[in-house]
C-alpha cells in the first residue's frame, strides 16, 4: 500500500502542475469554460490555479515530508469536491463530472494512506 500511495501521490503532483499552470497561463478553453459555462470570473481560475499548483509542489515536498502531502492531498479532495458540484450545477451531468470524481477517489486515497505519517 505505501508505493500505491507514493506512485498515486507522484501522478496526482504531475497532473495539478499541469492543471496548475493551464490556469495561471490564462488558457483561453480554461477562461472561456470559467467564465461562460460555470459562471466564475477569470479572476476565480487564476486563484484555482494557484491553489492546484500549490497543493502540487505540496505533493512533492511530501515525499520528505509526509505531513505535507497529507494536507496538500486534502487540498485536492476539496478542491475536486467543487469542481465535482460545479459540473454537476451547471447541468453538465456526471458523464462530464467523472474525471474530478477520479481525481477525487485518488487524492482520498493519498489522504487515507497518508494520516499514519502526518505526525512525522
Known sequence: MKWTVRILQGLLALGYLMFGFMKLSGNE??????????????????????????????????????????????????????AVGTHLMAGQGIGVATMPIVLLILALIVVLGRRSERAA
Do not use: C, D, N, W
Not at 487564476?46 to 487540498?75: C, D, H, N, T, W
Open 29 to 82: 478553453m480554461q477562461a472561456q469554460a470559467f467564465s461562460e459555462v460555470y459562471g466564475y470570473g477569470v479572476g476565480f481560475m487564476y486563484v484555482v490555479g494557484a491553489i492546484e499548483l500549490l497543493a502540487a509542489i505540496g505533493l512533492i515536498i511530501g515525499f520528505k515530508k509526509p505531513r505535507v502531502a497529507f494536507y496538500s492531498a486534502g487540498v485536492i479532495v476539496l478542491t475536486m469536491v467543487g
